[in-house]
């Protein structure tokens, strides 16, 4: 059996997303993501233009191999661009074997190893009220664990959290803003370093001690303002404090995890286990955030698990929206195979992105599951993604109170 046709289709439904749609001879299809929030068209035409025409009469059931093909063949290797690619090559493949086979993803992973999977949701507000407000609406859709994000006091909009005017309403928090420059957003550290531990002993005195709280540093600390703030978090036992430090320097981590006990997790930025290297042999970390969109894909994302499951480090898929629902529902039959899954982040799709991809997973009493139907489990509808043109949409940048401009 070997491969008739690869497209690559391009769609916005709220937010852009580039899906690869392969089919086999025997018309069966696979789907995979790689999109890359505010750089979508690179990872279309790397597919389109490099990718797609070798993929034609290529054997489908060989996935291993044609993840080396392309990953090695290339010469230029990792990257975002390159690594998205391979990545909804790979999803593709393993779609296609597990409906060939006309079993769910999981059962070619290795079966489940647990009920379900446990997810957490994006609560936010600019004031202390409007995340309690948003804390609670997460608690009631059913999520068992929640990441907190506030405003800051003298900064304006804070990347992540949702304004005044969005309070209440289902808030995308990766606005990737649809206009043809970059919004720009303001920056303190110090303001920040205050505020955060006066937002957690809110929270804690208002829900409790039980509840799973995460936060995300979003790149934006060096590693000894990293080492306060994970100092300061401890009596709010958090589960994880996220991406505290820029990721491309893994021994700045060795200076957090010397200082603190808080969890620490990274690598929504990252696209092979070679990012990860001194962070798991080292136990610098306790969660790996890879998406398996931007981390080369099933193939790899599982490699690079069973790696650090020999550390004792443990799953955190990056799930935001800007992950398309294909790279989603991968994320599942992933995290309900893997012995060392964590945690889920799960932020729900807007209903015109559900639309385009028919997703089958499920969300009960705060644990999602990826199904029963063969594959991954989504289909992708042509005549509902032909509504939604590509809309050019740039993620915000960050500047300090003097200009200069800042990691977010
Ligand atoms: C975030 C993401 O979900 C997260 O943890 O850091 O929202 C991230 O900013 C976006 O996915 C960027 O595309
Ligand atoms: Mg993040």
Same mark, same amino acid.
């Given at each position: *059996?070997?491969?008739?046709?690869?497209?690559?289709?391009?769609?916005? /439904?709220?937010?852009?997303?580039?899906?690869?749609?392969?089919?086999?001879?025997?018309?069966?299809? &696979?789907?995979?993501?790689?999109?890359?929030?505010?750089?979508?068209?690179?990872?279309?035409?790397?597919?389109?233009?490099?990718?797609?025409?070798?993929?034609?009469?290529?054997? @489908?059931?060989?996935? @291993?191999?044609? +993840?080396?093909?392309?990953?090695?063949?290339?010469?230029?290797?990792?990257?975002?661009? $390159? *690594?998205?690619?391979?990545?909804?090559?790979?999803?593709?493949?393993?779609?296609? #074997?597990? #409906?060939?086979?006309?079993?769910?993803?999981?059962?070619?992973? &290795? %079966?489940?190893?647990?009920?379900?999977?446990?997810?957490?949701?994006?609560?936010? %507000?600019?004031?202390?009220?409007?995340?309690?407000?948003?804390?609670?609406?997460?608690? @009631?859709? %059913?999520?068992?664990?929640?990441?907190?994000?506030? &405003?800051?006091?003298?900064?304006?909009?804070?990347?992540?959290?949702?304004?005044?005017?969005?309070?209440?309403?289902?808030?995308?928090?990766?606005?990737?803003?649809?206009?043809?420059?970059?919004?720009?957003?303001? +920056?303190?550290?110090?303001?920040?370093?205050?505020?955060?531990?006066?937002?957690?002993?809110?929270?804690?005195?208002?829900?409790?001690?039980?509840?799973?709280?995460?936060?995300?540093?979003?790149?934006?600390?060096? /590693?000894?303002?990293?080492?306060?703030?994970? #100092?300061?978090?401890?009596?709010?036992?958090?589960?994880?404090?996220?991406?505290?430090?820029? =990721? @491309?320097?893994?021994?700045?981590?060795?200076?957090?995890?010397?200082?603190? $006990?808080?969890?620490?997790?990274?690598?929504?930025?990252?696209?092979?286990?070679?990012?990860?290297? $001194?962070?798991?042999?080292?136990?610098?970390?306790?969660?790996?955030?890879?998406?398996?969109?931007?981390?080369?894909?099933?193939?790899?994302? #599982?490699?690079?698990?069973?790696?650090?499951?020999?550390?004792?480090?443990?799953?955190?898929?990056?799930?935001?929206?800007?992950?398309?629902?294909?790279?989603?529902?991968?994320?599942?039959?992933?995290?309900?195979?893997?012995?060392?899954?964590?945690?889920?982040?799960? *932020?729900?799709?807007?209903?015109?992105?559900?639309?385009?991809?028919?997703?089958?997973?499920?969300?009960?009493?705060?644990?999602?599951?990826?199904?029963?139907?063969? =594959?991954?489990?989504?289909?992708?509808?042509?005549?509902?993604?032909?509504?939604?043109?590509?809309? /050019?949409?740039?993620? /915000?940048?960050?500047?300090?109170?003097?200009?200069?401009?800042?990691?977010?």
């Amino acid at each position: *059996m070997t491969i008739r046709s690869a497209e690559v289709l391009v769609t916005s /439904p709220g937010r852009n997303f580039v899906t690869l749609r392969l089919t086999t001879e025997e018309g069966v299809t &696979g789907l995979g993501d790689a999109t890359l929030n505010g750089r979508e068209l690179a990872a279309a035409s790397y597919l389109r233009d490099h990718v797609a025409p070798l993929l034609i009469g290529r054997d @489908e059931g060989q996935i @291993e191999d044609t +993840w080396q093909y392309l990953y090695r063949g290339a010469y230029w290797r990792r990257g975002p661009v $390159t *690594m998205a690619a391979i990545a909804a090559v790979d999803m593709a493949l393993w779609d296609i #074997k597990a #409906k060939t086979a006309g079993i769910p993803l999981y059962q070619l992973l &290795g %079966g489940r190893s647990r009920r379900g999977c446990l997810a957490y949701g994006h609560a936010s %507000g600019s004031t202390t009220d409007a995340l309690f407000s948003s804390i609670r609406n997460h608690l @009631e859709q %059913g999520y068992g664990a929640i990441r907190v994000q506030t &405003g800051v006091p003298g900064l304006g909009q804070v990347y992540g959290v949702a304004s005044d005017q969005q309070a209440g309403q289902r808030y995308d928090y990766e606005p990737a803003k649809r206009q043809a420059l970059p919004a720009e957003e303001s +920056w303190d550290t110090r303001a920040y370093l205050r505020h955060v531990p006066t937002v957690f002993e809110a929270v804690r005195a208002e829900f409790g001690p039980e509840l799973p709280l995460l936060h995300d540093g979003h790149h934006r600390m060096t /590693p000894n303002e990293a080492a306060i703030l994970g #100092k300061s978090l401890e009596p709010y036992d958090l589960f994880w404090l996220e991406d505290c430090t820029p =990721g @491309e320097n893994q021994e700045a981590l060795r200076r957090v995890r010397s200082q603190t $006990t808080t969890p620490l997790a990274i690598g929504e930025v990252f696209n092979s286990v070679f990012d990860y290297q $001194t962070l798991i042999t080292e136990q610098l970390i306790d969660y790996v955030r890879s998406a398996v969109t931007h981390t080369g894909g099933i193939t790899a994302l #599982k490699k690079l698990m069973d790696f650090a499951a020999i550390y004792g480090i443990r799953s955190g898929f990056h799930g935001p929206t800007d992950i398309s629902p294909v790279g989603q529902a991968a994320h599942l039959h992933l995290g309900i195979a893997l012995h060392n899954f964590g945690i889920q982040e799960y *932020m729900q799709h807007s209903t015109d992105t559900l639309e385009v991809f028919r997703t089958s997973y499920t969300f009960t009493d705060g644990l999602l599951d990826p199904g029963e139907n063969p =594959g991954l489990g989504v289909e992708y509808d042509d005549n509902a993604a032909a509504a939604f043109d590509y809309t /050019p949409a740039y993620l /915000p940048v960050n500047r300090r109170l003097d200009g200069t401009v800042h990691d977010w």
